[in-house]
């Protein structure tokens, strides 16, 4: 009896030793046929075209560009930088900023400086004559000054100053002789001038003036002598041309034609009736400011 227990203890030991064996194999397998499985349906997954996890990027370009544009009234220097942005869904975003400098013309530097002072001296020239046919003078000199106020970049007006002093002249006919000693010309007059190229170095204008004017003239026939005087209104115009050396410094040349209504008939008694008139070229220097 005591035999038979012990060794129905020891069978029953022996079972449960096998049965957990078995157990242990059955959870290891059951590890490894699922891990088999998830492998093949990840395959299966990749296989039918399921997107992988992408990486959101943004990319920015940087551009610079100098441009430089250049005219009479002076140059525009440009500096254009611009950024393009595109995003991970490829959309592009363009936007720059602009960065100019003007630098301004010598002719534009000159148009600033609005005042203007000039003197001129030249040769004046007179085809009046007397009741003999003969010219009361010869060449002579002649002079000028300005004041002007540019009102604009092509318009100036002020005043004006003029002296016309043409050379004696002597006429001997046999024993008649005839002398015009003195002859000259002043004027004050509301001048101005109207340029016709404003943004050149080299100017083309028109001088035009209107004021009050005054001749004398002084003569002599053998002992008799005679001076005279007249006042009267007068106008000149001409053109000239000046090149500006600085932006306040200019030369240049002109011509004026001057008409006075004054008669000669008044000035002498050898005259005809006539209103003067002279033509008269000038070297012009002066400054703005």
Known sequence: MKKLLVFAVGALLAAQTAFAQQGTRSASYQQRAGAAATQRANEATLKQGTPKLRVNTTTTTTSVYDTSVRNKKGTTDSVIVEQSVTNAQGQTTTDGDVYESFTPSKAARTNENRMELSVAVG??????????????GSNGLAGNVNMLW???????????????????????????SRNYDDIYLHAVSLGGKYTLNAWNNLRVYIPMGWGMMNARMKTQSGAARASHDKWGTGFYAGLGVQYDITARLFAGLEYRYTYAFISDKDLSSYGRDKDLQYHSAFLRVGMRF
Do not use: C, I
């Not at 040769?123 to 009361?136: G, L, P």
């Not at 540019?150 to 024993?175: C, E, I, N, Q």
């Open 123 to 136: 040769e004046t020239y007179s085809y009046n004559k007397d009741n003999r046919s003969d010219r009361y």
């Open 150 to 176: 540019h009102t604009s970049p092509h318009f100036a007006l002020g005043v004006d100053y003029m002296a016309l002093h043409p050379s004696s002249k002597t006429y001997t006919r046999g024993a008649e």
